[in-house]
């Protein structure tokens, strides 16, 4: 018998196009979008809530043990599930984060953004010129190779989606060139540092959290940037929808936590545990 080796027909690059950021998409139609942290290294964690529903997963590499490799793996969960792999990212140095958009990321949330020096920094890093200094490379953001690159640029600098996040007393001071930040889309308040910067720590729905929270976005608002907090429960995500702020960020290990706590509940009296 004599093998014949098929030949592969040439590939049509021609359809190969940047996934739409339909987080984004959301967001600029004025939708509610909301999704979990995800700290722990599991790309099942985040394919689950992918086929939960969810409007985007923010895969969280400012604390915990997350890797390079490991965050693409939960990148390719999140596309595959169909939802926005958003990640957070600790160091605000252009090396570090293009490297996590070189392997897939639609954006990032960014922590720490103490002035608007901080925030162009993070669009240099997101965005190619002439709109930020990105180094172009081609690979899984750009098929690796097989979409054009002109083409994968121009709908790179349209579709990444870049948040903000205030959360320290100097943010806090700075926060009208911060808001001010040309191609940033939003500004995420952290509520869980803020309450840590003003001395009571924990204190998430304190008072002055939420005066802060509230005065915050109205300007957010008002600039025609997104706003985004933490919403952990049910009725901390309403709370803030109602308050004008339409991305509510809420954590994949407290809905673990809830869900087994309300199972355990359930069965310890029946079984006498």
Request: net charge negative.
């Amino acid at each position: 018998m004599i093998l014949q080796r098929a030949i592969s027909p040439t590939l049509n690059t021609g359809n190969m196009h940047l996934k739409k950021n339909t987080l984004k998409q959301k967001l600029n139609q004025g939708k509610t979008t909301i999704g979990p942290f995800v700290g722990l290294p599991s790309p099942g964690i985040v394919e689950t809530m992918g086929w939960m529903g969810f409007d985007f997963v923010v895969i969280d590499c400012e604390h915990g043990p997350m890797d390079y490799e490991t965050a693409e793996h939960m990148i390719r969960a999140a596309e595959l599930s169909n939802t926005t792999a958003i990640l957070r990212i600790g160091l605000n140095e252009q090396q570090n984060i293009q490297r996590y958009m070189d392997a897939g990321a639609a954006g990032v949330m960014i922590p720490l953004i103490n002035n608007g020096r901080d925030g162009k920094k993070v669009v240099d890093a997101i965005k190619y010129p002439p709109m930020g200094k990105r180094g172009a490379f081609a690979g899984r953001n750009a098929n690796f190779g097989l979409q054009g690159m002109a083409e994968y640029i121009k709908e790179s600098n349209e579709e990444t989606f870049i948040s903000l996040q205030i959360e320290t007393i100097q943010g806090i001071e700075n926060q009208d060139e911060i808001i001010a930040t040309e191609n940033a889309d939003a500004i995420f308040l952290g509520p869980g540092d803020l309450s840590v910067n003003f001395g009571i720590p924990g204190e998430t729905m304190h008072d002055k959290v939420i005066e802060t929270i509230e005065g915050l976005t109205t300007k957010i608002n008002a600039s025609g940037k997104h706003t985004g907090t933490l919403g952990v429960t049910a009725e901390q995500t309403i709370f803030w929808h109602r308050r004008g702020i339409n991305w509510i960020v809420s954590s994949a290990p407290k809905f673990l936590q809830a869900g087994a706590a309300a199972y355990l509940d359930t069965i310890k009296s029946p079984l006498g545990i």
